[in-house]
């Protein structure tokens, strides 16, 4: 059974960093797509950002365009969420999701979900 298990959240100032892991043990990461996905209280859940399967295209929300970066270590067979310059708007449940093959910024297309990792961003 795939289950993505996140870790790496934490409590962390405004203008902090953070680097939420991804992984999956027995199962080969770069072979899937992942997805990183957050849900703050009272809102919905929204896409954050995404990498490719083997190719590493990765995409990003607007809103933490050129703060959050997706990555690959293969070796380690982990996929990371750097967070940097983190805002109060950013606290949040971070979930990473999984499809195998592929590059997807939408929610619906990912078949396996982590149980989430809180990341809360104090002012």
Do not use: H, M
């Not at 960093?17 to 703050?40: K, N």
């Amino acid at each position: 059974q795939f289950q993505p298990v996140e870790s790496g959240g934490g409590l962390v100032q405004s203008g902090g960093s953070l680097r939420l892991s991804c992984e999956a043990p027995g199962f080969t990461l770069d072979y899937y797509a992942i997805g990183w996905f957050r849900q703050a209280p009272g809102k919905e859940r929204e896409g954050v950002s995404c990498v490719s399967s083997t190719e590493g295209f990765t995409n990003y929300a607007d809103s933490v365009k050129g703060r959050f970066t997706v990555s690959r270590d293969n070796a380690l067979n982990v996929v990371y969420l750097q967070q940097n310059n983190l805002k109060p708007e950013d606290t949040a449940v971070y979930y990473c999701a999984a499809k195998y093959s592929g590059s997807y910024f939408y929610s619906g297309a990912y078949d396996y979900w982590g149980p989430g990792t809180q990341v809360t961003v104090s002012s």
